[in-house]
Nanobody, 127 residues
Framework: QVQLVESGGGLVQPGGSLRLSCAAS????????IGWFRQAPGKEREGVSC????????YYADSVKGRFTISRDNAKNTVYLQMNSLKPEDTAVYYC????????????????????WGQGTQVTVSS
């Protein structure tokens, strides 16, 4: 059974940092494309970053480029999203997701392509 569990969200001041974790079970990170998405109140879910397991290539939305970094730890079967220089507009529920059809992530990441989702973790950036 494929399962994704996010953790690491919380309340942080503008300019601060958080690291989100996404622990995967039931599959290997080597097999699926992995994406991080976020959804702010009243807005559609948007792709923030994704990772192609085939070659390790990454993608970042313009809004987070240079501030967020996606990485993985194969030994722990876990994907991370390091978020630095956080802004109030980064406030959202963050989700990790897996696309079981391919190890090559479509860019920008599309919600409809990802079949497996975590429960989400709240990130609030506020002073």
């Amino acid at each position: 059974q494929v399962q994704l569990v996010e953790s690491g969200g919380g309340l942080v001041q503008p300019g601060g940092s958080l690291r989100l974790s996404c622990a995967a079970s039931g599959f290997s990170l080597d097999d699926f494309a992995i994406g991080w998405f976020r959804q702010a109140p009243g807005k559609e879910r948007e792709g923030v970053s994704c990772f192609s397991s085939s070659d390790g290539s990454t993608y970042y939305a313009d809004s987070v480029k240079g501030r967020f970094t996606i990485s993985r730890d194969n030994a722990k079967n876990t994907v991370y999203l390091q978020m630095n220089s956080l802004k109030p507009e980064d406030t959202a529920v963050y989700y990790c997701a897996a696309d079981p059809r391919t190890a090559v992530a479509t860019v920008p990441p599309e919600v409809a392509l990802y079949d497996y989702w975590g429960q989400g973790t709240q990130v609030t950036v506020s002073s």
